[in-house]
C-alpha cells in the first residue's frame, strides 16, 4: 500500500517536473524546455533526478512500513500505564464534557470509574482495555461519546484477518434475524434466519450485555437495536461473557 502511494508521488512529480521544462522531452529535434542541449546532458539530469527520487521513496516506504509492522496487537500494557491513562481520561471527561452527569448522577459515575480501575490488576492489550474503558464511557448515556481502536490497531486489522463473530443482525426486542453472514460457503445462516440463542447464551443475555458497551444518548433503548449488531461489537461481547 505504501509502495503505491510512492509510486504514484513519483509519476505526479515527474509530470510536474515535464509540465515546467525540468525533464528534456524529444519533438521534432527539439525539447520539451525549447533549449538545444545535448542529449546527454538531459538524459543524466534525467538518471539523477529518478535516482534521488527512487532512494526517498523507499525511504517513505521503509519508515512507514517498519512503523506498520511494529503493531503487535497481543502487546500487553502493564496495569499502571492503563491506571494512569484512565484516570487521565476521567479527568479530562469531568473537566471538558458538557454533560457528563445529565443522566448518570456524579456518584454513580464515581463507582462506575472505581469498579474499572480495580478490576485493572494485570497487563492487557489493547482491545482488552477498549472494552472496559468503553462499558465505562457507556455509562454516560452521551451518543456522542464513544471508544474506537488506536490508528495502528485499526490499520494492522486491515490487511489481517482476526476473530470475528460473522453474523450481522436485525434487532428487536430479544428477537435476532440474519441480514448478512460473513462466511459466504455458511448455508445454514442465510439471510432471514431467525436466531434464538449463541453459543449456549440466550438473546436477551447477548443484546443486555452487548449493549453495555454502546454508548447512545439518555435512556434511548431502541436506538441500540436499530444499531445493527456489527461484528465487531459481537466479537467484544463473547469474548466478556
Given at each position: 500500500?505504501?509502495?503505491?502511494?510512492?509510486?504514484?508521488?513519483?509519476?505526479?512529480?515527474?509530470?510536474?517536473?515535464?509540465?515546467?521544462?525540468?525533464?528534456?522531452?524529444?519533438?521534432?529535434?527539439?525539447?520539451?524546455?525549447?533549449?538545444?542541449?545535448?542529449?546527454?546532458?538531459?538524459?543524466?539530469?534525467?538518471?539523477?533526478?529518478?535516482?534521488?527520487?527512487?532512494?526517498?521513496?523507499?525511504?517513505?516506504?521503509?519508515?512507514?512500513?517498519?512503523?506498520?509492522?511494529?503493531?503487535?496487537?497481543?502487546?500487553?500494557?502493564?496495569?499502571?500505564?492503563?491506571?494512569?491513562?484512565?484516570?487521565?481520561?476521567?479527568?479530562?471527561?469531568?473537566?471538558?464534557?458538557?454533560?457528563?452527569?445529565?443522566y448518570t448522577p456524579k456518584d454513580s459515575?464515581?463507582?462506575?470509574?472505581?469498579?474499572?480501575?480495580?478490576?485493572?490488576?494485570?497487563?492487557?492489550?489493547?482491545?482488552?482495555?477498549?472494552?472496559?474503558?468503553?462499558?465505562?464511557?457507556?455509562?454516560?448515556?452521551?451518543?456522542?461519546?464513544?471508544?474506537?481502536?488506536?490508528?495502528?490497531?485499526?490499520?494492522?486489522?486491515?490487511?489481517?484477518?482476526?476473530?470475528?463473530?460473522?453474523?450481522?443482525?436485525?434487532?428487536?426486542?430479544?428477537?435476532?434475524?440474519?441480514?448478512?453472514?460473513?462466511?459466504?460457503?455458511?448455508?445454514?445462516?442465510?439471510?432471514?434466519?431467525?436466531?434464538?440463542?449463541?453459543?449456549?447464551?440466550?438473546?436477551?443475555?447477548?443484546?443486555?450485555?452487548?449493549?453495555?458497551?454502546?454508548?447512545?444518548?439518555?435512556?434511548?433503548?431502541?436506538?441500540?437495536?436499530?444499531?445493527?449488531?456489527s461484528t465487531s461489537r459481537c466479537t467484544?461481547?463473547?469474548?466478556?461473557?
Amino acid at each position: 500500500m505504501h509502495l503505491n502511494k510512492s509510486m504514484l508521488m513519483m509519476r505526479m512529480l515527474m509530470m510536474r517536473w515535464i509540465k515546467k521544462g525540468q525533464l528534456g522531452l524529444r519533438r521534432k529535434k527539439r525539447y520539451y524546455d525549447g533549449s538545444t542541449s545535448s542529449p546527454q546532458k538531459h538524459a543524466s539530469k534525467f538518471s539523477f533526478l529518478f535516482s534521488l527520487f527512487i532512494i526517498i521513496a523507499i525511504s517513505f516506504t521503509g519508515c512507514s512500513s517498519a512503523k506498520y509492522y511494529s503493531y503487535n496487537p497481543q502487546t500487553k500494557i502493564a496495569p499502571d500505564k492503563l491506571k494512569e491513562d484512565f484516570f487521565l481520561l476521567k479527568k479530562i471527561l469531568e473537566a471538558d464534557h458538557p454533560s457528563i452527569y445529565w443522566y448518570t448522577p456524579k456518584d454513580s459515575i464515581d463507582i462506575y470509574f472505581n469498579e474499572v480501575m480495580y478490576s485493572i490488576n494485570d497487563s492487557l492489550t489493547e482491545f482488552q482495555f477498549r472494552a472496559k474503558v468503553a462499558w465505562f464511557i457507556a455509562k454516560l448515556k452521551c451518543g456522542h461519546t464513544s471508544v474506537r481502536g488506536s490508528k495502528a490497531y485499526n490499520e494492522y486489522f486491515s490487511t489481517h484477518e482476526s476473530n470475528k463473530f460473522p453474523l450481522l443482525f436485525k434487532v428487536w426486542s430479544d428477537s435476532l434475524v440474519v441480514l448478512g453472514n460473513l462466511n459466504r460457503n455458511d448455508s445454514f445462516f442465510r439471510r432471514g434466519t431467525v436466531v434464538t440463542s449463541v453459543d449456549g447464551h440466550t438473546n436477551h443475555e447477548l443484546l443486555d450485555s452487548m449493549f453495555q458497551f454502546i454508548s447512545t444518548d439518555g435512556y434511548a433503548i431502541i436506538l441500540k437495536t436499530r444499531l445493527q449488531v456489527s461484528t465487531s461489537r459481537c466479537t467484544t461481547v463473547l469474548r466478556f461473557l
